[in-house]
């Protein structure tokens, strides 16, 4: 998987700074005067630090906002960055000047000097989230010429990027060092640099630098009081990056297949991974979720993972994801243009997998089951067509009268199932459902609904904390009629009218009565047009730090 970058904690100290080479990035407060934030800078660097400060640029820069001098005179770096933070900076300003650094951060060591900022743990996350990078098929980086550095052919290396992947049914993706940890992610505290550490001692390794990963070293006042937290937010930021990786891979890598081998490799972290294959889910009744794979060569799987960090024999919290790893639409085809990007609509699966790594990788004291319905919907002679009448695992019968509202029977029978079988204190289900959560929410906020107060309000705040936006839309009777059927228990779609209302109505279905649940439509944020503040172009990972949150603020003993 992609890598979080290195980042070093140390003590304060700015001996040699004027030899650091690669790039220096200083906290302070915005707006004009005051002393400097970290004593002990040279003349020359004092000189251009406080040049910039008197600018009208910095005096109205806002919390997060970076000028950044290329080749300063007086210091051997190739670039200063003034990082403007208040010093009661919120936990979102200082992610997002965490940010700033980590999109520039690309191959270049980077030494940040935060002082004694009470938010340098959340800059840290904020450069971690930003520096990530989906680059696994990029086979020059920019301004290469079209051939390597050993003179081949750029078009050979591609060959050898996509041959080395192999497309159906065997995982050979690094599936088992997908499951390691990264450098950042430590389960225990990391140890901070020895304060003694010379400053100029840290200069860009060659080799390293080639392999394009860059080390980064957090210069604060109390290295040891910041090293929990810090590796805490590394253990996020890996299931962030996790989560990411499974949206932005091509569907013919992250095959069902690939992606149940991907998730059985994280027992190495604590896990207890089941794969459930086709022939177990015809035994358990799941019809349903078998009508929408049986077009496709991919087998469908249900793969449930267990975190039994909690109270031994207790309820766990269920996570349920919908993994549609590439959505043709079935025999209800889609539109050509933009078909491509249905390699995302196993985000709500990415999202349980990515969670799920990052309890396990900072050791949650909670129970929490996550399980994935993994299929591919793809039109065929054996295809599941309009009109057909399938038994869901619960025994209700539904009408396809869309084979591309083909999720909402993927969840309906993992939701039976998670019940049935794990009898969770909460179920909380997220899935890239249904277009009409984009035509109601744009990109900004996912859809949330529920028929539990407490939990929705809780999830709503979890999501408010870390920045990420969710959104309570409603549910009720009168939505529920629309999805009534004249052959069968219920259809799997009412039509275009409050589409993202009557496809939670059919989820609701298959909820037991009393049993708390909140559904999340992140079909609009999974994978946004553009970048985000923690996030470049591409999978946003929305939602990791939202359950993450939830967990250690609902279902955490002690």
Aim: proline share 5%.
């Amino acid at each position: 998987m992609t890598e979080i970058p290195q980042i070093h904690l140390a003590q304060t100290r700015t001996e040699g700074l004027s030899t650091r080479k690669g790039r220096i990035a200083i906290v302070m407060p915005p707006g004009g005067g005051g002393a400097l934030p970290v004593k002990g800078l040279g003349r020359g660097v004092r000189q251009i630090v406080a040049r910039a400060r008197a600018s009208d640029k910095w005096k109205s820069i806002k919390p997060g906002g970076v000028i950044e001098i290329a080749f300063p005179g007086g210091i051997a770096a190739d670039s200063l960055l003034l990082v403007a933070l208040p010093r009661r900076a919120t936990v979102a300003e200082a992610r997002k000047a965490g940010a700033a650094i980590g999109a520039r951060l690309g191959g270049v060591d980077t030494l940040v000097l935060a002082g004694s900022h009470a938010r340098a743990d959340e800059m840290a996350l904020g450069i971690a989230l930003r520096a990530y990078a989906f680059d696994a098929y990029k086979t020059k980086s920019k301004g290469e010429a079209g051939t390597d550095q050993d003179g081949a052919a750029a078009g050979d290396a591609a060959g050898d990027a996509v041959a080395a992947r192999a497309p159906r049914g065997v995982s050979r993706t690094g599936a088992g060092a997908d499951a390691r940890l990264s450098d950042g992610a430590a389960t225990s505290a990391p140890e901070p640099d020895a304060a003694d550490t010379d400053v100029a001692d840290t200069d860009v390794d060659a080799e390293k630098a080639a392999a394009g990963r860059a080390r980064l070293t957090l210069m604060v006042d109390d290295p040891e009081k910041l090293a929990k937290s810090v590796a805490s937010n590394a253990a996020l930021a890996e299931g962030v990056f996790f989560t990411r990786d499974l949206v932005n891979e091509p569907a013919n890598v992250l095959t069902t297949s690939d992606f149940a081998d991907r998730l059985k490799a994280m027992e190495t972290l604590g896990l207890e991974v089941e794969v459930l294959e086709e022939d177990a889910l015809a035994k358990l009744g799941m019809l349903a979720l078998l009508g929408v794979g049986q077009g496709s060569e991919s087998p469908s799987k249900v793969v449930v993972m267990r975190w039994n960090g909690g109270e031994k024999g207790g309820r766990p919290l269920a996570l349920v994801g919908k993994g549609v790893v590439f959505d043709t639409g079935g025999i209800s085809i889609k539109p050509a243009a933009g078909m491509e990007e249905m390699t995302m609509d196993m985000g709500g699966a990415g999202v349980v997998a990515g969670v799920m790594r990052t309890l396990a990788l900072r050791r949650a004291p909670a129970n929490v089951v996550g399980l994935v319905g993994l299929v591919e919907n793809m039109p065929d002679g054996r295809a599941q067509r309009p009109g057909d009448i399938v038994r869901s695992m619960k025994g209700d019968t539904i009408e396809v009268v869309n084979t591309d509202a083909e999720g909402r029977l993927v969840l309906a029978d993992v939701l039976w199932y998670a019940q049935q079988t794990y009898d969770p204190t909460a179920i909380i289900d997220l899935a890239t459902l249904t277009g009409a959560v984009i035509i109601a929410l744009g990109h900004e906020n996912a859809g949330v609904f529920s028929n539990d107060d407490a939990l929705a309000n809780g999830l709503l705040k979890a999501a408010e904390a870390e920045g990420e936006g969710a959104w309570r839309l409603p549910l009720g009777p009168a939505y529920d009629e629309l999805i009534n059927c004249r052959l069968a228990d219920v259809k799997n779609t009412g039509g275009r009218p409050a589409g993202s209302i009557t496809a939670a109505q059919f989820l609701q279905r298959f909820i037991r009565k009393d049993q708390p649940w909140v559904h999340i439509d992140i079909a609009g944020v999974a994978l946004p047009p553009g970048e985000t503040t923690l996030a470049p172009r591409g999978a946003s990972g929305w939602g990791v730090m939202t359950l993450d949150r939830l967990i250690r603020d609902r279902f955490e003993k002690g």
